[in-house]
């Protein structure tokens, strides 16, 4: 970690004055989201290069002090590199001065530890060095795992969205206890980028056997014609104990180096957890608490398989033909097109896919099956409104009895509500905001927003255009 102080201009002389009592200004310090920088390179010579692949963190000021500022300093510049080799760090600290004005002056070297901790190197030269001293890290760091195979198709990943260009043949998915020393080193280099790119993450315990890496490597012959091993990304599992005597796998952590986001490896990894799933018979497979971006990925591959899955085909299309019966959208009482519980059931005993994420699924199986598209789309948006209705409101949404009051929040304004039930309306003392259409506006926002994404899935999965 370099620091330097850049030469201040020479002060101008001027005639003295008369001396006055006064403040000296109160520092209110700079956020470090505006003057930290953050590169991922893969070699030497993309260090100091202002065009190399800057990474946007989730958020850098929760690592510095309460208010996420830092303060003493004037001219503060911070740039740091991260090795995509190693997964070493060098920050590069610049700054006109340094003054203490009431707030202290930050200490720049611990609160950068708390995110790199080791990986961080103080000499730029050392952190050059490992560009060729540890250029076999990622190679060494698997050598102990276990290599998992992969359906392919034409030599290529089969995936949702065709974006995928690398052969099968050059990708690997490594699977690794984290209680062994080998997967614990690793990890305690990948723990920054978790922290600055994989919001509200918190590390793992290297020392519990129950969790597992499944770590993405793609090989490729350098200019020497030596194999390199290049760590495309990860996701860390773990194995919860279900009675009696089966397993169920909890998605806790998932991380695609930005560098290769957006080109299908998301998918590629996805599949094959599923397919451990699948081969190993847990129970079923889940994801903790799933960003958008992921659970976009996870449901267009879990399409895939209910596609294929010929035990269910009966139900999707006699779902679809109950709709196209028609004009649910002027009926009082629609139904919500559930499946059956045993159709449930059969899709987690064999495809691990549990029912929450089933049923989302679900509505978009019928969409898949509804032609023409436009002339049931009032009745399908009908379908999805009354179960976005039941899932705020409840079943019994339709009661009187039950209020929504719009409550102002710093997280979201427009979107924030209380409800509550009252035994007698007329009688209770509360006064209840009876702005009706403003509560159905939030609901029908809802609405378009997962009518939206449903579209947008359909058109990734289906093989004709919808």
């Known amino acids: 970690m370099g620091q330097k102080k850049n030469p201040s201009a020479d002060p101008v002389s001027e005639p003295k004055k008369r001396r006055r009592v006064g403040f000296s200004d109160v520092d209110e310090g700079v956020e470090a989201n505006q003057c930290i920088k953050i590169y991922l390179v893969s070699s030497k010579e993309e260090v100091g290069v202002s065009d190399s692949f800057s990474i946007d963190p989730v958020d850098l000021n929760s690592f510095f002090d309460e208010d996420g500022k830092i303060y003493g300093y004037q001219g503060l510049k911070i740039t740091i590199w991260i090795s995509s080799i190693s997964f070493h760090a060098f920050a590069d600290i610049t700054f006109q001065s340094t003054s203490d004005?009431?707030?202290g002056i930050t200490d720049l070297k611990s609160a950068l530890q708390r995110i790199f901790a080791e990986t961080l190197v103080e000499n730029k030269d050392d952190f050059l060095q490992t560009f060729s001293t540890e250029k076999d890290f990622s190679r060494s760091a698997v050598s102990s795992?276990?290599?998992?195979?992969?359906?392919?198709?034409?030599?290529?990943?089969?995936h949702c969205n065709n974006n995928l260009k690398a052969a099968a043949s050059d990708l690997e998915v490594v699977r690794m206890v984290v209680g062994n020393m080998e997967a614990g080193h690793l990890y305690c280099?990948?723990?920054p980028l978790v922290l600055l790119l994989v919001d509200g993450s918190n590390p793992i315990d290297v020392t519990d056997p129950r969790w597992e890496l499944y770590i993405l490597i793609r090989k490729k012959m350098d200019q020497q014609g030596d194999i390199q091993h290049r760590l495309l990304g990860f996701t860390?599992?773990?194995?919860?104990?279900?009675?009696?005597d089966s397993t169920r796998m909890r998605l806790s952590q998932i991380l695609i180096l930005p560098p290769y986001q957006r080109k299908g490896y998301g998918s590629f990894l996805t599949e094959v957890l599923s397919n451990v799933a699948v081969a190993e018979n847990v129970h079923d497979f889940t994801v903790e608490e799933p960003l958008d971006s992921f659970q976009h990925?996870?449901?267009?591959?879990?399409?895939q398989h209910l596609l294929a899955f010929e035990p269910i085909q009966h139900a999707i299309n006699s779902a679809v033909s109950h709709l196209k019966q028609?004009?649910?959208s002027k009926k009082i009482l629609a139904p919500r097109?559930?499946?059956?519980?045993?159709?449930?059931?059969?899709?987690?005993k064999v495809l691990k896919i549990n029912k929450k994420q089933f049923l989302q699924c679900w509505e978009i199986l019928i969409y898949l099956r509804l032609d023409p598209v436009d002339k049931y789309m009032e009745d399908y948006t009908t379908i999805i409104s009354n179960r976005v209705r039941e899932d705020i409101?409840?079943?019994d949404s339709g009661s009187t009895n039950k209020r929504i009051m719009d409550v102002p929040s710093s997280y979201d304004p427009e979107m924030s509500f209380v409800m509550f039930k009252s035994q007698n309306v007329e009688t209770s003392g509360v006064q209840m905001d009876e702005n009706q259409p403003s509560q159905e506006e939030q609901l029908k926002q809802l609405v378009d927003e997962r009518i939206k994404e449903i579209k947008l899935i359909a058109q990734k999965v289906s093989p004709l255009p919808v």
């Open 236 to 244: 860390a599992i773990y194995r919860f104990y279900h009675y009696p």
């Open 189 to 191: 280099r990948l723990i």
């Open 101 to 103: 004005r009431g707030k």
């Open 337 to 348: 097109f559930v499946p059956l519980a045993s159709t449930v059931e059969e899709v987690r």
């Open 297 to 303: 990925v996870r449901t267009c591959v879990d399409i």
């Open 145 to 158: 795992g276990e290599i998992l195979q992969h359906k392919v198709s034409n030599g290529h990943v089969t």
């Open 326 to 328: 028609g004009k649910l």
């Open 393 to 395: 409101l409840g079943k």
